[in-house]
């Protein structure tokens, strides 16, 4: 399939007075007003995103693994989702969108994505819509501090005493002066183009069911004169591509009636599509040959009906086709 490039942008709202020291630590925003963004949930409203998610652990106090920070998006928003395992509870989230890598720990409460008080969530998202920030898929970076206030509560909800614990995603940095934080780097994954499947029409050769001419190679049948009797049309040995009917004889004819299945036609290149044989006894045990059988017609519309000399057994040829998939050139 073919990749759609996006170029889009991203809004990254709030344009604040520490946008200073947001330089200073490695932070370039554009914002224009702050906005508190809660997730997309539910089955309507799920994204179709692109690309796969990337997944980051969400590490507390430095080294404790209390859940996950998941980002992905789709040609309209970013989206930052929290989620926490075990006895772990989001209390507050806090988010910075970045366009380079910073280099020190960005101030969680100048954050312009935040959920505010969230009563002990187990998942929150963020949903950033990319309409300001020009982007190109698959080459521009972004880089993130998804900040967390987490607390665990005991088996009756309430809070365990002095269990809160500041939280970072991504790869976790201490320095030698300041705070710990955490990063996360993340490449803005294009969108595949989706495509209508492909479909051509596939010849086949398909005969009525009956006997084998020769019980091994060619898998060709003859049919034995039942009179009133269909039996079925068989495309590609398995295939059942239809029914071909035999009538009562009328002034010693029988008439052959087709008809094929919803998906096959006749097929429309063949100067002679349908070729019968008829025989007073069991047939030779040797591979037929159609092109030398006796009675033969042109069918462009089913069913097709043909009358030949009434018979005891017949080999009904057909030259059929379906409509199939097929890889897209």
Request: hydrophobic share 30%; charged share 20%; with cysteine.
């Amino acid at each position: 399939m073919n990749k759609r490039r996006l170029n889009y942008t991203l809004s990254l709202v709030v344009v604040l007075s520490f946008l200073l020291v947001l330089g200073l630590s490695g932070c370039s925003t554009l914002t224009s007003g702050e906005k508190d963004f809660s997730g997309l949930k539910g089955n309507d409203s799920t994204p179709q995103i692109c690309g796969i998610p990337k997944v980051f652990t969400l590490w507390a106090g430095q080294t404790i693994n209390v859940g996950t920070v998941t980002v992905s998006n789709d040609e309209d928003n970013l989206y930052v989702t929290y989620n926490t395992t075990d006895d772990w509870y989001l209390k507050e989230v806090k988010l910075y969108v970045c366009d380079s890598e910073p280099t020190g720990r960005l101030t969680p409460g100048h954050a312009p994505y935040k959920s505010i008080n969230i009563s002990y969530a187990r998942s929150y998202t963020f949903t950033i819509p990319l309409d300001e920030f020009v982007v190109t898929c698959g080459e521009t970076t972004l880089w993130l501090q998804a900040h967390a206030d987490v607390v665990r509560l005991d088996e009756e909800g309430n809070e365990v005493p002095k269990s809160g614990e500041t939280a970072y995603g991504g790869d976790i940095t201490k320095p030698k002066k300041g705070s710990w934080y955490g990063n996360i780097s993340y490449t803005v994954q294009c969108c595949e183009e989706e495509q209508e499947p492909c479909y051509e029409w596939k010849g086949e050769t398909a005969w009525a069911d009956g006997t084998r001419y020769v019980e091994q190679g060619n898998w060709a049948t003859y049919t034995e004169y039942v009179a009133g009797s269909t039996v079925t049309l068989f495309a590609g040995q398995t295939m059942e591509a239809g029914t071909v009917h035999f009538s009562e004889a009328v002034n010693e004819k029988v008439t052959i009636t087709i008809t094929l299945n919803e998906g096959w036609i006749f097929a429309p290149d063949k100067e002679e599509n349908v070729k019968i044989q008829d025989y007073k006894t069991t047939p030779p045990a040797n591979n037929p040959k159609p092109g030398n059988f006796k009675h033969k017609g042109k069918a462009s519309e089913q069913p097709f009906s043909i009358e030949v000399p009434k018979n005891n057994f017949y080999g009904v040829h057909v030259d059929v086709e379906h409509w199939v998939e097929v890889a897209c050139s």
